[in-house]
């Protein structure tokens, strides 16, 4: 007698995300069909400039996709997978790294504590669309999924670069920090073979606080790559624009910042001097309300550099930073223990917003992952100040039903083009495409819903469709 298999089929539905209504459904698929084939443009995410141009093959399926990936460590530690199980080295050094297939076991194991969450999703259009799996991933198949993910990973076709190209990647904005010498962009910029665009961001977070116990390391490193002295104050803002300019040379198009809040009142030259003085001498010479002052004051001038040098400026505020110490200290930083906090931009902008929210070529765009204020102060604000743009739904707000309510909240302020197109800000390389076509069906469904209550036309809803996944991300990060 023949054995029926019991494995539950990976089948991704056609009109996932679309809604039930049979008109509605009809007007997403129309909107969707539009831009499925469109190319990425990805202005925001965290994947190494160094993979595309080194272009070696992907070491194992689970340092591809689970180790990198803080989305899918927060989850699967979070129903008791130890991170140590997961790939990430214990800086204690009581354990050494597990195999890859140890790793893929603990994804295959766990696959239902997905439910329900977008990384499943994510994960089942990725499984499938690019690795061909039609089986969901269970304990009697891990092995067998882990092997045939890693034969496609020895093959050419899914080196970086070959996956760059069918993934319709056009445009890949990296992460990188002040003193990145930029070597593996300009290699693939002076590399005829590469017909792709990865450019740089300029992140300088550490320089902003001068609380962290690295903050004079990173300020006297940027001033050795600049070749400034950065002992005083207006020398370490010379050393920062000889970098940010260095980035530009290098095709950066904006800078990214994440700080604890968007507090921005600028300090006098007198006061803002007397504490970078007082921060040399180590974090215990500052009070706690002088190391605020001097954050606040440093995002006001990060403002006024993007004025000078055309630079985007990202904000990313209201995170706590690594909330559990023990891991921190035994795994490092990106452990999935970032948490939410309330969030806040009206009144904390103001005095930056007051200097430069009208400056010609200047533009700001504002990240939450507290949804709430979308519509109370992100979109009116982007709704008023030319500079303004509203960062789509991030992080733990990244998913289809919080892309409907961004679009609603954020829509009858500020409009679709004062947005900032999808940014899928990722460190895993193959979701690319999943995270993307989950926000095209997410917005495709959502238009759609403008159409059956006739407040657009089935005409509008596509062209504005194509203008989220093209004109507007090259408007908003200058591309």
């Not at 023949?2 to 459904?25: I, K, V």
């Not at 689970?62 to 997961?86: C, K, M």
């Not at 080295?89 to 076991?105: H, Q």
């Not at 921060?279 to 002088?290: C, N, R, Y």
């Amino acid at each position: 007698m023949t054995q029926l298999s019991t494995a539950t089929p990976l089948a991704p539905h056609p009109d996932r995300l679309f809604a039930a209504d049979p008109g509605a459904r009809a007007v997403a698929r129309t909107v969707y069909d539009a831009v499925k084939d469109a190319p990425i443009i990805s202005p925001h995410g965290h994947v190494d400039a160094a993979l595309i141009a080194d272009d070696q093959p992907f070491p194992d399926p689970a340092s591809l996709l689970i180790t990198p990936d803080h989305y899918v460590l927060r989850l699967l530690h979070a129903n008791g997978v130890g991170l140590e199980a997961l790939g990430r080295a214990d800086l204690s050094g009581t354990r050494p790294v597990p195999p890859g297939r140890e790793v893929w076991r603990q994804l295959a194991e766990h696959w239902d504590d997905f439910l329900g969450t977008p990384v499943r999703y994510w994960f089942e259009t990725e499984l499938h669309d690019v690795f061909g799996l039609t089986e969901q991933p269970s304990a009697a198949n891990a092995d067998a999924q882990y092997d045939h993910i890693a034969a496609l990973l020895a093959s050419s076709a899914f080196r970086p670069r070959a996956l760059f190209d069918t993934f319709g990647i056009e445009v890949l904005a990296t992460t990188d920090g002040p003193t990145d010498d930029l070597a593996a962009h300009a290699r693939l910029a002076a590399d005829p073979t590469f017909t792709g665009r990865v450019v740089p961001t300029f992140r300088a977070d550490a320089v902003f606080d001068p609380s962290r116990p690295d903050w004079r390391h990173v300020v006297t490193s940027i001033g050795e790559a600049a070749g400034i002295e950065t002992g005083t104050h207006d020398g370490l803002l010379a050393a920062l624009r000889a970098r940010r300019r260095y980035f530009i040379e290098h095709g950066a198009t904006a800078t990214d910042t994440g700080v604890l809040d968007a507090g921005s009142t600028p300090l006098s030259a007198t006061e803002r001097s007397r504490i970078h003085t007082a921060a040399l001498a180590g974090p215990d010479a500052l009070t706690a309300a002088e190391a605020t002052a001097y954050r606040h004051d440093m995002l006001y001038r990060w403002a006024e550099m993007s004025v000078e040098d055309g630079l985007v400026m990202q904000l990313h505020p209201g995170v706590l930073r690594n909330h559990h110490t023990p891991t921190l200290e035994r795994f490092g930083p990106d452990t999935g223990h970032d948490l939410p906090a309330v969030g806040s931009f009206t009144e904390p902008l103001r005095p930056l917003l007051e200097a430069f929210g009208t400056a010609p070529g200047f533009h700001l765009v504002l990240f939450t992952v507290d949804e709430t204020v979308f519509s109370r102060e992100i979109g009116p604000l982007a709704g008023f100040y030319p500079a303004v743009y509203a960062g789509a739904p991030w992080w733990f707000i990244d998913t289809p039903a919080a892309i409907g309510r961004y679009r609603a909240a954020v829509t009858d302020s500020a409009s679709f083009t004062k947005t900032s197109g999808f940014i899928d800000d990722t460190r895993a390389y193959c979701s690319i495409p999943a995270r993307h076509d989950m926000a095209r069906r997410a917005d495709a469904a959502y238009l759609a819903g403008l159409v059956v209550t006739h407040e657009l036309s089935e005409e509008d809803a596509v062209r504005t469709a194509r203008r989220i996944v093209s004109d507007i991300p090259r408007a908003t990060f200058k591309l």
